[in-house]
Structures are given as structure tokens and as C-alpha cells.
């Protein structure tokens, strides 16, 4: 009876997954959706199972069980609808974390209102289901039934792996759209049935390899700067990087186009901040991840700035306890960090806050060069704003990641739009100051940590695909002797490091500490790797030519060519084959 409760509670997951299938296959889905839905429910009456001992226990409970196993669904396709991934351990350890719910723009209301929806429908389930079993159940055994159910489940999943075989990686992804659907792949069988090769992935297992290949590390004491100006690096929480033009940010624009250099073509390595951030900071690719934390390393670019002088603040408005960050990345820092601030307030408000601390900080700092960080919130999911920064219209009214799944992409991005226009003036009433204080201009960076996708692609947010929304990203540099144009070469976070230990004249080549190089040195042909990051896909982008590969180190070789901008190219497989040394040499890092 809950089957039809469970493919409705999934019909948009399972309508934006059939997008992705070839034309000819969808149809031989249909049936597999059915036999899924029905698999979840069997395995509802398989747990509570051992309650059947006593009827009236059983009456009562499996009713309850059931309406919880309910809600969970419910829960577990509005996030997947969003963002793309079912309720796993990423999603429980988020959850978790102090202020889950206000970073993740999740109303107490949202939370209040659900439960009593939640109740109310556990009520009437627990009503009607007591009913129905006592009405309608015997003493006859169903085990024969219940093995015939599980035995077509089974069958569903042989069924739809033989069809993810002609119909490609489309096809498998829309067999996952509800949870707790065991993955099963049949390439190698259906390759010897068929003669048809199966879609094998290149570089199967290199990802892996690479992870253990560091580059060797430099002692932050043999780090000299010839030059040492102040510095002011400053990450904006899910910047796009078409925010960065004259409407949404004007201010950051003026001055980047009179005194610095715009890098157009800038890449996050992750469109998560767990895996972007680590990565920006050790100037190392994300995938690398647990290698580097397993083997205790700590950046070299906090006890570099220490080395040579620098007096340093890290403030983060956008908290950095999530996944552990501020002991993994910021652990050496820890008395310079500040990211604990009061949580009654939005996360605008909480951007003004950092800014009130880093002025503090600034006022009461010597003649030595300062190091300043600033992690901005504002511009983060669900994009507050006040009054004076509302330029766009018509917005979405911010009401919390489950109504934005259901809200137009187009207000929602307008909302997003607003929230980056009120970061910008933020930031150029901070920097004006700075300098007054300071009495020059000092070196500064802003980028975002990553992206994030408004519906264009089919979710809301990031940290669910590598979309060019959830990837693409601002990156200028501004301050004295910073040349003044725009650049088009590929570049990503893993860039950052190096370059700004160029920009201060350290002399160490790149490789002996990175896995980037500096911006300014990039050339066109370049190809920089990015990654989901807790799952095996990973994409290569070029200036006109991007190839993803999803779940290589699974051995499913799906592969996608299309341009930076994810749209298809007529002539692709050329190109991938003429790039690919240049593309697996990325992984050879």
C-alpha cells in the first residue's frame, strides 16, 4: 500500500534522472522505479518481522515503523532533489555539527512545522494501519510471497545493469534515484555475451595512486619574501563566477580593472568546502585529502607568513568546524582563528561581525606586514541580505533548502545575486579603510570556495556534481606590481599557494611544495583536475575542452565530453584523444 506513497514522494528525483537517459531506454525504467519501491517497502515487513510474535505488539508497532520509515523517505528525496545525493554518513556528519542548521539555511520554524506534519501523519498511520491488520491479516504463512518479492528485486537490479550496459552511465545514475539500491554492474558479462566492449575508464585506479604521491615539502624557514606587503585574502562562501561583473559587484570590479588581474577561467577543486578549502590552503588537489591529513602533514602557508615576519588573524564568519576543518587545516593557527560567533544572528550580520573583529585586529597591529583572512557567509545558502542590497528582483523568499527545491531557479539565483552585491560593498568599505589605516594598499585575493547551481543543471546548491555552476569561480589579485588585464588560462585552487609565494618573491619551484603552479605562469594548453570529492568522480577542464569521468575507481567507465560550459561538442572524441597524455598526467601528480 506505501508503494504508491514512495514513488510519489520520489517522482521529481526520478523525472530529473530519466533527463539524463538516452531517449530509447527510458521507457525500460519504468518497470524498475516499480519493483525499487516495492523492494523498500518488503524491507519494512522484513524488520519488523520479529515484532509478529505477539499480534498485538506487532498491531501497533509496525504501523509506527512504518509512518517513520515514511518521513525518513520524505526527507531523503527533498535532499536528494536538491542536492543530489541520498541521506548517507556525509549528510549525518553535516548534520551534526553545531550550527547545521543555520549554514545550511534551515529555519527552526521549517524544523517545527515538519514534526507537527511528521505527527500527524505518524498518527494517522499508526490509526488507520492498526485497522487495516486487524482486519485484514490471518495466520497464513507469506514467506513464500515475501521470497518471490525479494527474489524480483533482485532480478530488477541484474535486470537494470544489463540495461545501464547499452544505455550507459545515464541510465545506472537513474537506477540509484531512490536510496538503498545496491549497485550492481554486469560490464564484463555482457562484454563476452556481446563482443561490445564495455565503456572502460583510462584511468582506473590512478586516482588512487596519486593520492599517495606528495610532492617532497620545503621548511617554512627556508622560505624567503623579498617582498612583504600586507595581505588580505578573502573567500566568499559559494561564489559563483559570474557574480564577479559590473551589476553584482561593481565595486570589486572597479578596482580589479584599474589594479589588478581578473583569471576568468578559475576552477574550486571540490564544490564542497570540506575538500575546496583543504585544498586552497595546501595547494594540493583535493582527492589527496586523507593521504595528507593520515600522514600529519600541516600547510605551508600559515608558518610561511610566520616565518618571514607577518602578524596573522584568521577570521571566519562561515564556520570552519564543519568535517573537521579547523584541526585539519587550521591547526596550526588555532589561537589566531576565530570562527565561533553568536548565533542569533543571520549570516550578513555575522560577515559585519568578522568585519567589526578584523578592524580590531588591524587597529591594534605593529609596523610588522599583516596576513589577514576572511571567510565570508553571506553570500551561502539561503543568501541574506538587508534592504540596502536588494537590487534584484523578483527573489525568492529564503524560506530554507526543502521549499528551495520546489522554488524557480531564477529567484533563487536573483536572492544569490543580492547577497554577493552586499558582500561587495562589504568588502570595499573594508578595504578603503584598510588602506586609510594602513596607509598603503595591500596584496589581495578573493575567490569563492566553490560554486553553485540555481536549477540550471537540475539541482539547488553544491557538493553534488561538478556542473561549471558548482566549479566555476572568481579569482582576482589585486595590490602593487600586480599586472593590470584579465586572463583566460585554466587555473584552480591547487594555484593559489603557489602564486602568492611568487607574488612575495619566494624563489622555491612550485612542485617541491604543490600541485599547482603560479597563476601568472599557466599556459593556455592547461588542464586542471577537480573532483566531488567523497565519491570517485573527478573532471579535467581545459580552456575549450572538459572530460568527466564518473566513478572510475568502481571500474564504471562513464565518460562525458563536452566544453567547459557542459554543453555537448560534435567533435569531442577528437579532442579527448588528442589531450588525453596532457589529461592523464594529472593524475600522475
Known sequence: MHVPIFLWLFSGPIGQALRGVPQGFQAALYPAF????????????????????????????????TALATLVLAIDSRTYAAVGFHINGFFLRVAVQPSALRETGIPVSDVAWFLAEGFGFLLGEV?????????FTSARPVWKVALLLLLLAGGERIYSAGVAFFGGPGVFAAGQALPLQVPVRMGKFWEKLTGR????????????ESALKLPPGIDPEEVKFTRKP??????????????????VMPHLWDRVTH????FERHYALAPTTYFTVFGLIFGLEAHKLDAVVGAGRKPLLFRAF????YQSKFLAASSVDWMGLRDQVFGDVKQSLETDWPHDLNPEQTDAAMLKEARRFVGQASDKPVFLFLFFVGTHFNYTYPERAAKFSPVWNGGGILKASAAPGNLILNR??????EADMKIDEFLTWFELKRGHKPLVLVTGDHGEEMREQG???????????????????????????????????ADVVPTLMALLGDKHPPESYSDGMSMFAAPADRFVLTTVGWEPKFAAIGKDLKVSFNGMDAGFGGITITDPLDQPLPDGEARFTADAPRILKLFGK
Open 34 to 65: 516499480a519493483i525499487q519501491a516495492l523492494t523498500l517497502a518488503v524491507a519494512l515487513w522484513v524488520v519488523a518481522l520479529p515484532l509478529s510474535v505477539s499480534r498485538r505488539l506487532y498491531r501497533w508497532t509496525f504501523p509506527v515503523l
Open 127 to 135: 490509526v488507520i494501519g492498526s485497522w487495516f491488520l486487524r482486519r
Open 197 to 208: 566492449p564495455v565503456l572502460g575508464s583510462p584511468l582506473k585506479g590512478l586516482s588512487g
Open 230 to 247: 600586507d595581505v588580505v585574502f578573502i573567500l566568499l562562501e559559494s561564489a559563483r563566477a559570474d557574480y564577479l561583473d559590473p551589476q
Open 259 to 262: 589594479g589588478g588581474t581578473i
Open 306 to 309: 610566520s616565518a618571514n615576519g
Open 416 to 421: 544569490a545575486r543580492n547577497s554577493a552585491y
Open 459 to 493: 539541482h539547488v546548491g553544491h557538493g553534488s556534481a561538478l556542473t561549471v555552476q558548482q566549479l566555476h569561480v572568481p579569482m582576482v589579485v589585486m595590490g602593487e606590481g600586480v599586472p593590470v588585464g584579465r586572463r583566460d588560462e585554466p587555473t584552480s585552487h
